[in-house]
């Protein structure tokens, strides 16, 4: 003889075993300091070539993938001074794997005096999330996007993760 659960029960017990687990807005609102404004993929994407990208990723990360356009500043040695040739009052766009590096350097950028600094929300994971294209070393269009490390990896739904 079979028994049933209760449907009530059913939602009791999804309920419990949900607990805990973020979505991803969620974890990224727990990241950010919002010292840096965000903005959000889709409203770059037709916007992509009026702006400056920086990618303040690793060497390695970048290597593996990249916003098109976007230009390589290292978190780690990262220095206003790399960026000097940009115009204090250009639009620069900031991005890591998903914002928490890239909102620290956007600080030291306002703290520079650019004024017109913003952090792409979720980095270059929500980008790929949302089904934008990313580019390898060679210019090329590639699926692969560097996931940092496993535990980070979980929030890049899309694409093919690269340790």
């Not at 029960?9 to 419990?16: D, Q, V």
Request: glycine share 8%; net charge positive; proline share 4%.
């Amino acid at each position: 003889m079979k028994k049933y659960l209760p449907p009530f029960i059913l939602i009791i017990i999804s309920t419990f075993t949900s607990c805990g687990q973020k979505t991803f807005d969620e974890k990224m609102q727990s990241l950010y300091r919002n010292t840096v404004p965000l903005l959000k993929a889709d409203s770059l994407k037709p916007r992509l070539s009026e702006v400056i990208m920086l990618d303040t990723r690793s060497e390695e990360e970048y290597q593996v993938s990249h916003i098109q356009g976007a230009r390589f500043v290292d978190y780690d040695d990262f220095e206003v001074k790399q960026v000097s040739d940009i115009p204090k009052d250009q639009e620069i766009i900031v991005y890591c794997s998903v914002g928490y590096r890239s909102e620290r350097v956007g600080e030291k950028l306002q703290k520079a005096g650019y004024s017109n600094v913003k952090n792409l929300y979720g980095g270059i994971f929500g980008w790929k999330n949302e089904g934008y294209e990313v580019f390898g070393p060679k210019n090329q269009p590639t699926d692969s996007v560097h996931a940092y490390n496993r535990l980070w990896g979980k929030w890049l739904y899309k694409g093919t993760k690269v340790y």
